[in-house]
């Protein structure tokens, strides 16, 4: 079993910044991928972020790319994603997520292939 604990959930007015940390309980550089979603209230979990872990290739939703980046921390076995510029659209629960190998396209629309998730963190943007 993987267990993944996000953390960093913020309430911030929009043009505001997020960093979120999400660490593993498992070593994940040997392989894995892990990703960041979110779920809006309503609406269906979409894919923001990912990465491979063990080489470091990413993958950006349209909705966040040029604003959004992912990265690992191989010593502290985290994933991270920092946002800016955000909109009262990002407003979600986001949570991290991983699965052994490389993610599926397309990553965005197709959560189910991870196999571990978060309880996901909060994030609120207002107007």
């Known amino acids: 079993q993987v267990h993944l604990e996000e953390s960093g959930g913020v309430s911030v007015q929009a043009g505001g910044s997020l960093s979120l940390s999400c660490v593993v309980s498992?070593?994940?550089?040997?392989?894995?991928?892990v990703g960041w979603f979110r779920q809006a209230p309503g609406k269906e979990r979409e894919g923001v972020a990912v990465?491979?872990?063990?080489?470091?290739?990413?993958f950006y939703a349209d909705s966040v790319k040029g604003r959004c980046t992912i990265s690992g921390d191989i010593d502290k076995n985290a994933v991270y994603l920092q946002m800016n510029n955000l909109k009262p659209e990002d407003t979600a629960r986001y949570y991290c997520?991983?699965?052994?190998?490389?993610?599926?396209?397309?990553?965005?629309?197709?959560?189910?292939?991870?196999?571990?998730w978060g309880q996901g963190t909060q994030v609120t943007v207002s107007s």
């Open positions: 498992r070593y994940i550089y040997t392989g894995y991928s």
């Open positions: 990465i491979y872990s063990k080489a470091g290739n990413t």
């Open positions: 997520a991983a699965k052994w190998g490389w993610w599926s396209a397309p990553f965005s629309s197709r959560p189910e292939q991870f196999n571990y």
